[in-house]
């Protein structure tokens, strides 16, 4: 309202200072008019913009501009990396442990003659002898075979290491096996040793009756001998069956020397022979059917050579 009684009040004026004739005095009041005129429209003018600027100010709303700066001046939390959460160990299936595999040797040995049928267990830290050198180990013996006829062969022979007695007195301890086929039955229960031993004679071995003795699956006939030459001892037992048309014999020997080095001790020649006797136990004769199958053939007349 003010602003047009303003406006109305200036038109007003207006009007009448164009109907006032042209005169000095008129001039001078014009002039004096004027100026007042100019001064009022001047501070009339002020209020004006002031009004319009208070208005603006109070009615205008805010800005996106003002409300962008109020929310870029308020602190920003840290901002902090959140770390995957680790799988549950629960929920994964298991992975298989590989564990390494450690195959112990076995303690003992097979041994199996196809051609005899013979098989027995023997410890692995002994020594396994067979052909050849089976024979030259039994003929080192004073008493290589006690077969009461010749023909015998040696198949194989086992040997016990000095080793397992450190700083004794032990010399030689074996255990073998000799076929003979060239024996009946009734002969195989005799043993050549207990027919030539002469009483009284510290050089030749004694022998002792031959007596019957069941070891594992077999009943066997025995003989022992014993043979000593200076402080030397060398006992043996031996043990004859009768299977498959042949005698088998097996044989366990032990030699001592008798003289104890600095610290030795000397070997009883019983607990030797109870780790013979163990192979002893062992000993399986397969049936003859068995062996004449493994045999091999013997060669035809057309297929030996002509001499």
């Known amino acids: 309202m003010n602003r047009i009684n303003l406006f109305r009040s200036l038109s007003v004026r207006s009007k009448a200072f164009r109907s006032v004739p042209a005169t000095r005095e008129s001039v ?15 501070f009339a003018g002020l209020l004006i913009v002031c009004s ?40 994964l299936p298991a992975k298989p442990v590989h564990k390494k595999v450690i195959r112990k040797a076995p303690v003992t040995v097979t041994y199996a003659d ?41 198949i194989a022979a086992v040997t016990l290491p000095t080793s397992v007695y450190p700083n004794g007195d032990l010399a030689a301890a074996f255990f073998d096996v000799s076929v003979n086929k060239a024996l009946t039955a009734e002969q195989c229960g005799e043993f050549s040793e207990a027919k030539s031993a002469t009483p009284g004679d510290g050089t030749a071995p004694a022998a002792a009756q031959p007596a019957k003795r069941m070891i594992g ?23 004859h069956v009768f299977e498959n048309g042949a005698c088998y014999e097996f044989a366990l020997k032990v030699a001592t020397t008798g003289s104890e080095s600095e610290g030795g001790k000397h070997v009883d020649s019983k607990e030797v022979f109870q780790r013979l006797e163990k192979i002893l136990a062992t000993v399986k004769i397969s049936p003859a059917a068995e062996v004449t199958a493994s045999a091999p053939a013997a060669p035809s007349a057309s297929a030996t050579p002509a001499q």
């Open 28 to 42: 001078t009041w014009g002039k004096t008019n004027f100026n007042k005129t100019a001064s009022t429209l001047v």
């Open 52 to 91: 319009v600027a208070v208005g603006c100010s109070t009615d205008k709303p805010k800005t996106a501009n003002s409300t962008n700066q109020v929310a870029m001046t308020q602190p920003m939390p840290p901002l902090t990396s959140t770390p995957a959460s680790a799988p549950d160990a629960a929920a």
């Open 114 to 154: 196809k051609t005899s049928g013979v098989s027995f267990q023997y410890p692995r830290k002994y020594s396994l002898e067979t052909g050849d050198a089976a024979n030259q180990l039994v003929a080192s013996d004073p008493v290589p075979m006690n077969f009461v006829q010749p023909g015998g062969v040696a």
């Open 217 to 239: 699956d077999m009943e066997l006939l025995s003989s022992e001998t014993l043979a000593s030459q200076g402080t030397r001892e060398e006992a043996s037992k031996y043990y």
